[in-house]
């Protein structure tokens, strides 16, 4: 695992779209995303050729916000997903010297999703909650309701009935 290269973007685009259930951006997107937040996001290889891919960018309140993640349709169900997101979660975490707080938007549909970020927060003892994010209103078509799910790292010197 590593972070993307420019090269890397076309490789990202095609999953996307080959994926069924991404939204794909434009192949420009992929390639901005390369340039601009590499050190946020992750591509997978094997035989070096890229096989999934995580895209993040840090938000203004500091949490990373996982946009978009993708795996080859042969190399699903092997755990690639759960382990780009560690390896991207660690990476981060050693820069800051911390736990990150995660964020990430996943429609009620997408179950695969759903069952990554619910796995990583239990194996990690982060705190899983749901809110609102995007609702139906927001969207001019026929996008489902995209809610915000946030993972956030259990301070171990504070006790149950104490946090923050």
Request: net charge negative; glycine share 8%.
């Amino acid at each position: 695992m590593s972070h993307p290269t420019q090269s890397d973007a076309r490789h990202m685009w095609r999953m996307a779209r080959d994926s069924g259930v991404l939204d794909v951006n434009s192949s420009y997107s992929y390639l901005l995303w390369c340039t601009d937040f590499p050190s946020t996001s992750v591509v997978a290889t094997i035989d070096n050729q890229p096989v999934g891919f995580i895209t993040g960018y840090i938000r203004p309140s500091g949490s990373l916000m996982i946009w978009q993640v993708g795996v080859d349709e042969a190399s699903r169900g092997k755990g690639l997903a759960a382990s780009m997101l560690a390896w991207l979660a660690d990476s981060l975490a050693a820069l800051q010297g911390e736990p990150l707080v995660m964020e990430t938007t996943v429609t009620q549909s997408n179950m695969a999703s759903r069952a990554l970020f619910a796995g990583f927060a239990r194996r990690r003892g982060m705190v899983l909650t749901e809110s609102t994010g995007f609702g139906l209103e927001l969207f001019p078509d026929a996008h489902e309701a995209e809610p915000l799910l946030r993972l956030t790292p259990q301070d171990p010197h504070k006790t149950p009935n104490n946090r923050a």
